[in-house]
């Protein structure tokens, strides 16, 4: 375990709709990234926030945006989805720049 | 973007065999890490390297920071099924501050028994 917790694990939805996938980082990590998995591909950064303010963008699409809470918590927002945006979406947090802790990730399947 | 090159992207070996995995890059790394991803689960960190020359081992897994700074390699010895899954380096750029880590496209690791 971790200690990133990501949900929903799972979550099915139609092309157009919007969905929010939600991370919680180990206690004390004040970095949240999120990366996007698709099928036999490698880890995708998509943004990096870092004690509630964005520092870093990787490839990530202007459909989507991501934000983190006071609490530290994070959510990443994929809206007007696609059939290609069918992916696992993981979230990892760092307590500096260099060793990431993954979550389980959230899968997600647009039909 | 900087891009990491990891070789060999399958491999299948029988149980009992050591397995040797590498990433090389053009640019020099700070960190080299290397990750491990089963089947329906995150990436978990297996060993860090800080240095050059530097040689890390965590029970059959063992890890060398390369000496230019440009490449690492992970070996597994006595491989059985369980080691089973895909294998990422990762790297973090000089003074890199905010950029995250560059990630390796993965070695998918098949054990037969």
């Known amino acids: 375990d971790s200690g990133v917790t990501q949900t929903p694990k799972h979550l099915i939805t139609a092309t157009g709709q919007r969905v929010t996938l939600r991370c919680s980082p180990r206690?004390?990590?004040?970095?949240v990234y999120w990366y996007q998995q698709s099928l036999d591909q490698g880890l995708q950064f998509l943004i990096h926030y870092y004690n509630g303010e964005e520092r870093a963008k990787g490839n990530i699409l202007e459909r989507f945006s991501a934000q983190q809470f006071p609490d530290l918590h994070s959510e990443l927002n994929l809206s007007s989805l696609e059939l290609g945006d069918s992916a696992l979406y993981f979230c990892?947090?760092?307590?500096?720049?260099?060793?990431?802790?993954f979550g389980e990730g959230s899968r997600l399947t647009v039909l | 973007g900087q891009q990491l090159n990891q070789s060999p992207q399958s491999m299948f070996i029988q149980e009992g065999e050591d397995v040797s995995m590498n990433c090389t890059s053009s640019s020099i790394f700070n960190t080299w890490l290397w990750y491990k991803q089963e089947p329906g689960e995150g990436p978990v960190l297996l060993i860090a390297l800080y240095k050059a020359g530097e040689l890390t081992s965590n029970g059959r897994l063992t890890a060398q920071f390369g000496i230019t700074r440009k490449d690492s390699f992970l070996n597994i010895s006595a491989s059985i099924p369980s080691d089973v899954g895909i294998y990422f380096c990762a790297g973090q750029l000089p003074n890199s501050g905010n950029t995250p880590l560059v990630f390796g496209k993965g070695t998918r690791l098949s054990v037969i028994a």
């Open positions: 206690s004390g990590d004040l970095s």
């Open positions: 990892a947090s760092s307590p500096y720049p260099g060793e990431l802790f």
